[in-house]
Nanobody, 126 residues
Framework: QVQLVESGGGLVQAGGSLRLSCAASGRTFSDCTMGWFRQVPGKEREFVAA????????RYVDSVKGRFTISRDNAKNTVYLQMNNLKPEDTAIYYC???????????????????WGQGTQVTVSS
């Protein structure tokens, strides 16, 4: 059974940092894009960041560029999201996701992802 398990969320003051982790099990994702999305109640789940299978290409939503960094460790089947200079508008549930097949293209649209974690809450206080 394929599982993606996020960790590292929590409560932090504005300007602070958090590092999210997503550990995959059940299959290897070393040939797949991995992504992070976030969602607040009443809104659509939005793309945050994605990384190519090699780690050499990354994509970010404009609102987090320069503050968030996505990385991965294929040996550990794990992807990370380092979040610095957090803002109250970053408050959301953060989800890790992966497509069901490998690709050289870094995908960013929600429908292109097949596997999802259960989410981890990030709350940024002002």
């Amino acid at each position: 059974q394929v599982q993606l398990v996020e960790s590292g969320g929590g409560l932090v003051q504005a300007g602070g940092s958090l590092r999210l982790s997503c550990a995959a099990s059940g299959r290897t994702f070393s040939d797949c894009t991995m992504g992070w999305f976030r969602q607040v109640p009443g809104k659509e789940r939005e793309f945050v960041a994605a990384i190519s299978w090699s780690g050499g290409v990354t994509r970010y939503v404009d609102s987090v560029k320069g503050r968030f960094t996505i990385s991965r460790d294929n040996a550990k089947n794990t992807v990370y999201l380092q979040m610095n200079n957090l803002k109250p508008e970053d408050t959301a549930i953060y989800y890790c996701a992966a497509p069901d097949r490998g690709s050289n293209t870094v995908v960013t649209r929600r429908y292109e992802y097949h596997y999802w974690g259960q989410g981890t809450q990030v709350t940024v206080s002002s």
